[in-house]
């Protein structure tokens, strides 16, 4: 039976091998659009202000929110494998049809539809990883999917140099990567399998939404986490979709530099900070269960000293410095990326993990889309860079706070039987 424990471990880590990919595609579809704005602005003028174009990115997200709990509850209840995979085919089609919008509603619309059907992909994609890795290797299973989200971060930062080059084009990104998305869609269907749950786990489809609801936010460190969660993801999401705008303005340089320069060093931290924050948080797990709890604080404490450096550099008329401190703020993001699921896990049984993801991300992307919004409203008033992110990185600190009082459950602290 040693050989039949060796297949399951190694189809383990094929499993987070397949997701990869869909987290890249996942995050590029929704990154190279905030990477090429100057272009897509230009190419349809009745956008207008940047309040509207933080509209669009809002709009996104509060789609995305909204569908999040039920994308994780449809996960919980039926199968994980076929959400993923659905997920993954719907979106890329709207990606390829946001490249053939010609007007500021149209792609407000795809926007909204992209934010629905991506919504169904990560409380799914991480609960599955979570249901084939338990024990010393769920953060490391965990980073390396995030690596895939950061990845496709990085790409979507080029896109800035295709939507310049006169060649091609903003628009030949989204069609190639929809193209892209649909096609992986189906070797990815025969490929993945959905895991058999655990003798005495109690099964998702006899669990009803108001029971789900019951027992989550019933819980207070369910509670305390969504806090946890939503605070420096506000950070999170201005980072990603305002960066490449904020540098190109205070530093003068180009729309494909500044998309490079506002996503590739800090991402690169980010993968590098995934893979030492997963390490580092299943080895300390293994002298106490709060391992992965002090892990993801260290790395919140530097991402608030990041956002302070991140709104003070366009003083120093330096792009280096701005770099250095995004730097910083991937290492952090790394370290706290990693560990949300792998916290959720000691906190919410397996039948109620994607629903509990899902919940989180709908009231963080909520936030996230609020706060694009806003700092494109401060952005028009003028409002200095130093103080807007000088309240992003308080938040940072009193969600540091906070993901110290959550107390994981001594009955959902698992074995780890030969390493998966």
Same mark, same amino acid.
Request: no cysteine; net charge positive.
């Given at each position: 039976?040693?050989?039949?424990?060796? +297949?399951?471990?190694?189809?383990?880590? #094929? #499993? #987070?091998?397949?997701?990869?990919?869909?987290?890249?595609?996942?995050? $590029?579809?929704? !990154?190279?659009?905030a990477a090429m704005k100057f272009s897509v602005m230009n190419d349809i003028p009745d956008i207008g202000s940047e309040a509207n174009w933080g509209k669009i990115l809002a709009l996104f997200k509060w789609t995305y929110a909204g569908l999040s709990p039920i994308g994780g509850f449809l996960a919980d209840r039926f199968s994980r494998r076929h959400v993923i995979v659905g997920s993954l085919a719907v979106w890329s089609a709207v990606t390829w049809t946001t490249g053939h919008v010609t007007t500021y509603d149209q792609l407000l619309l795809t926007r909204a539809v992209m934010g629905i059907s991506e919504a169904f992909y990560i409380p799914a994609a991480l609960a599955l990883i979570a249901d084939f890795h338990s024990g010393q290797t769920r953060s490391r299973a965990v980073g390396l999917h995030q690596m895939g989200i950061y990845a496709g971060v990085i790409v979507g930062g080029f896109s800035g140099y295709a939507a310049d080059h006169p060649a091609l084009g903003w628009r030949w990104m989204f069609d190639v990567c929809g193209l892209v998305g649909v096609f992986y869609a189906v070797p990815l269907w025969?490929?993945?399998? !959905? =895991?058999? =749950?655990?003798?005495?786990?109690?099964?998702?489809?006899? +669990?009803?939404?108001?029971? #789900? $609801?019951?027992?989550?936010?019933?819980?207070r460190s369910f509670i305390l986490l969504v806090l946890y969660f939503t605070l420096p993801a506000m950070a999170g999401w201005i980072v990603r979709d305002w960066m490449p705008a904020i540098l190109k303005a205070e530093f003068g340089i180009g729309q494909g530099k500044a998309g490079v320069s506002a996503t590739l060093y800090w991402m690169l931290a980010c993968i590098v900070g995934a893979f030492c924050g997963g390490w580092l948080a299943d080895r300390w797990t293994r002298r106490t269960q709060?391992? =992965?709890?002090? +892990?993801s604080a260290l790395g919140m404490v530097c991402i608030a000293v990041a956002m302070f450096g991140v709104g003070y550099s366009p003083q120093t008329g330096r792009l280096g410095v701005a770099i250095a401190f995004l730097i910083l703020f991937g290492w952090g993001w790394g370290f706290f990326d990693t560990n949300n699921m792998p916290i959720l896990c000691q906190i919410a049984p397996p039948q109620l993990r994607a629903t509990g993801y899902g919940l989180m991300n709908l009231v963080s992307i909520s936030c996230g889309g609020l706060a694009d919004w806003w700092f494109g409203i401060l952005r028009d008033l003028r409002i200095p860079l130093l103080a807007i992110f000088g309240i992003f990185a308080s938040v940072a600190l009193l969600a540091t706070g906070l993901v110290l009082l959550i107390r994981p459950r001594r009955d959902l602290i698992e074995p780890n039987p030969g390493g998966a």
């Open positions: 039976m040693k050989w039949l424990d060796a +297949t399951k471990r190694s189809y383990a880590w #094929v #499993v #987070v091998g397949l997701l990869v990919p869909v987290a890249l595609l996942n995050y $590029l579809d929704r !990154q190279m659009l025969f490929l993945l399998r !959905q =895991r058999p =749950r655990a003798a005495g786990a109690a099964p998702g489809s006899r +669990t009803s939404p108001s029971a #789900v $609801l019951h027992e989550l936010l019933g819980n709060r391992g =992965r709890i002090y +892990t």
